[in-house]
């Protein structure tokens, strides 16, 4: 075994055995992967290994196509058969939203080039004569859907990857991994040392053991899983071809041909966990005791579909182990507070991802970030607040219990909360407010008529859509205070503050204390890795407001710079809240709190001041995210209340009030804002946003080079507005949400980033990228709920387009 390595996979699953391959395909040779026991052990040698390429998120999506397409090719490659059996897949809807999902991913998939497309009773019929169709309202075809084998796939991965000069030690378990001074890591095993300045923590059932080695904790939670098989069925039998999969998620089960007979399996309500103390180092090549009571309903389901199961013996049982994370995603990325781990762990479809993550790991190692915006599977999204037991356990239970539910666009779920919650969060909750979770935080999404009323999700306008409408109104009409305490908030401070802060962001920092500066910040492809807010509060101190759900995702990028000495950098979301006031009354609500003018002459946009409001010492911006006249408060965490309390009592005199963050959103819209994770992202470079303004290429900052090689280039796509037509949307009482295909002529040419309405321009509205030849003025169809909706591109924002109310 050798003594050094560019990386060390720990985890011989399906999983490791990607990344050691798309590693090596890449070109880094030389790298080793340490199993502890046999290859697939774990949870891989017992998956049902279903794959199919259409997932809600479309970057998941192309990564799940890709790794459908891969293993044809990796057989070729390696004369290791995968067992791929592609007869198709059939989506069932049985409700009007599993239809609406359906044709929403169906016009993706036209969109990406994917296939899968509806198709007649008659034609389901012949594909899978086994199944009763009644009741059903919609039905999909995916022509190369189907299964693999687990054990296949996972060593074609290996004789790949040693093909290209990577190494595999098996029955080598990892008793330590030891963190270097510079940076690079010692892993130890009984079979020797390894030095190695990246570990990659593929582990699967043992990923929280592994984590622990180095000190890290990981949101998981291993669940038990059952699927069975079915005697040869002589229907099955009597066929000279193979039956399509049949994924039925409304009736909560799945099923698929195995050899002459069926396998179903269930995500059932009446989970069990396991191994909540850790995972046993004993367990391999293990099962539970068969427990099929627990899924009797699900298979009850699954027979009044396939009534032929019904008559049918069953073979085997699989009752095994499956790791799950707290909302259902992969755990990946190099963890944010230490150098060179990398953590790729909680994967459930693993068989349908397994490439696609793979190939993201890869070309973070060897390029530094992904191709495509992956920050839905980012263990920067959970901090340390996600590590709580109780918070994990309810969260996977829902996941798991809710498996094939669907997942509405802004969907909150319950499970869990409230975890973490300011200090106003009892008054806002008694003012009726529905919160929703934003990176742990509970947060005002609307404030209802009555306290505890519960979100509605779906994929039409929902019960909060007036109530959102009417405190979109009080806004323009008059005034609202809006809870933005969940930004991520900084404080730099010392002699180098300054140079700093200009070789972090790519805009130039404010010179004059007291103004702020908005800027980008450049991810190292040259798109766009987030936006901030720059005040300059004195001469060597500022502040830096930006996404709080972003807050651990950038840390990679401040701490890729060093700090000058004397010179800090700390965080203080926690200890610091805020509101924004807003609205044209705004200046008149405010005013009489406080002793400093708040006069247009006295106060310009983008000024900042440290003022006292209501007795509450207060960082005041002279800025607002609704594209209104309005001013940021924030104040420390202890102060909230009072400050909340004198807000409120002041807009009651000219019937002002609270304002929650979907009304933000929808205001936001009406003046064409941008919106990290949305609009902005790594995928979209400054010039396709138009950010390129804010880039000072005359300065050095993080990733410049990456940036200077793209910014002369011609646009790819650029972010437009549009306006969808009235007679549509009121047709299908459904907005734009995010993620639906553009298409003009029939060609696909763009895609949705956010919609929403704006109720005071009155207009069904929508951010997205268009390909840069679609003119403004110009008609194009959204494909809101998979349907086409006549949409024009705006030349100019709805509301307030000159800028002339935010600059009152």
Not at 56 to 79: F, K, P, V
Not at 123 to 145: N, Y
Not at 269 to 276: K, Q, V
Not at 526 to 538: E, F, M, P
């Amino acid at each position: 075994m050798k003594t050094h390595a560019q990386a060390v996979v720990i985890g011989g699953g399906v999983i490791g055995c990607a990344i050691l391959y798309h590693l090596a395909k890449l070109g880094w040779h030389d790298v080793v992967l340490l199993e502890r026991d046999e290859l697939t052990s774990g949870s891989t040698w017992h998956a049902a290994a279903n794959t199919h390429g259409l997932h809600d998120s479309a970057n998941i999506s192309r990564l799940q196509h890709y790794t459908m397409t891969l293993y044809n090719e990796l057989e070729a490659e390696t004369g290791q058969s995968c067992g791929v059996f592609q007869p198709g897949s059939l989506y069932l809807a049985q409700t009007e939203d599993r239809a609406h999902q359906l044709r929403l991913q169906a016009a993706k998939a036209r969109l990406y080039g994917m296939n899968f497309h509806d198709i007649s009773r008659d034609e389901a019929e012949r594909l899978h004569p086994l199944v009763d169709f009644d009741g059903i309202r919609s039905i999909m075809f995916e022509p190369d859907g189907g299964n693999v084998d687990p054990s296949g796939v996972t060593n074609a991965y290996a004789v790949g990857a040693r093909a290209r000069g990577a190494e595999i030690h098996r029955f080598t378990p990892v008793t330590a991994t030891q963190a270097q001074p510079d940076g690079s890591w010692i892993v130890e095993t009984p079979r020797g040392e390894i030095r190695t300045p990246w570990v990659i923590n593929s582990a699967g059932l043992w990923a929280r053991e592994v984590a622990k080695l180095a000190g890290i904790e990981l949101p998981l939670q291993p669940t038990e899983h059952q699927y069975f098989v079915t005697e040869a069925m002589p229907a099955i039998a009597a066929l000279d071809r193979r039956l399509p999969s049949v994924a039925d998620r409304d009736g909560e089960y799945y099923l698929r041909q195995e050899g002459k007979g069926l396998l179903i399996g269930a995500y059932e309500r009446d989970m069990r966990f396991w191994a909540e103390g850790g995972t046993p180092l004993d367990f391999a090549h293990d099962l539970f005791p068969d427990d099929l009571d627990r899924i009797e309903d699900n298979m009850m389901r699954a027979i009044t579909r396939v009534p032929a199961v019904a008559e049918a013996g069953i073979k085997r049982v699989i009752n095994g182990p499956m790791i799950w994370s707290p909302d259902a995603n992969v755990i990946l990325g190099p963890v944010p507070e230490l150098r060179g781990y990398f953590a790729c762990c909680g994967i459930i479809p693993g068989f349908s991802q397994s490439a696609g993550i793979g190939l993201m790991v890869a070309e973070w190692l060897v390029h530094g970030e992904m191709s495509h915006d992956m920050f839905a599977w980012d263990i920067a999204r959970f901090g340390a607040w996600a590590n709580d037991r109780d918070f994990v356990k309810a969260r996977v239970r829902d996941q798991y219990a809710h498996r094939f539910a669907i997942h509405f666009p802004g969907e909150e779920r319950d499970a869990g909360r409230p975890l973490r919650t300011r200090p106003v969060y009892e008054t806002q909750r008694a003012m009726g407010a529905v919160f929703g979770l934003n990176y742990g935080w509970e947060h005002p999404l609307w404030f209802a008529d009555r306290p505890g009323t519960e979100d509605g999700a779906g994929f039409t306008r929902q019960k909060w859509w007036g109530p959102v409408g009417a405190e979109c109104r009080m806004v323009r009409e008059r005034a609202g205070i809006i809870d933005i305490s969940n930004f991520a908030k900084y404080r730099v401070a010392g002699p180098g503050a300054e140079d700093w802060l200009n070789a972090v962001f790519a805009n130039r920092m404010p010179t004059a204390v007291g103004r702020s500066c908005l800027t980008p910040l450049i991810g190292v492809r040259g798109g766009i890795a987030g936006d901030a807010t720059v005040t300059r509060l004195a001469a060597d101190e500022f502040r830096v407001i930006s996404s709080g759900l972003a807050e651990r995702y950038h840390r990679r990028f401040f701490d890729a710079v060093p700090l000058p000495e004397g010179t800090v950098f700390e965080s203080l979301t926690e200890a610091v809240c805020g509101f924004n006031v807003a609205g044209p009354q705004a200046r008149e609500m405010l005013q009489p709190l406080t002793e400093a003018s708040l006069a247009t002459e006295d106060f310009p946009f983008m000024a900042s001041r440290q003022i006292g409001v209501a007795g509450v010492d207060c960082l005041a911006l002279r800025v607002s995210f609704t594209g209104d006249l309005g001013w940021e408060l924030h104040c420390a965490a202890a102060d909230q209340a009072r400050l909340y309390d004198a807000l409120l009592n002041a807009g009651r005199k000219m019937h002002a009030g609270p304002v929650g963050s979907r009304a933000l959103m929808s205001l936001r819209l009406e003046k064409g804002y941008g919106s990290w994770g949305r609009e902005y992202g790594p995928e979209y470079w400054p010039q396709e946003a138009g950010l390129d303004r804010l880039c000072r290429m005359e300065k050095d900052f993080l990733n410049r080079g990456a940036l200077e090689a793209v910014i002369g280039r011609a646009p790819r796509e650029r972010l437009v507005l549009m306006a969808l037509d009235e007679a549509d949307v009121t047709a299908s009482n459904a907005d734009a949400t995010g993620g639906e295909p553009i298409f003009q002529g029939g060609r696909g040419v763009g895609r949705v980033t956010s919609g929403g309405y704006g109720h005071w321009v009155g207009q069904s509205l929508a951010l997205g990228y268009v390909a840069p030849d679609v003119a403004a003025g110009t008609e194009v169809e959204v494909m809101v709920l998979g349907q086409p909706h006549r949409a024009r591109i705006l030349p100019a924002p709805p509301f307030d387009p000159e800028g002339l109310r935010l600059r009152a």
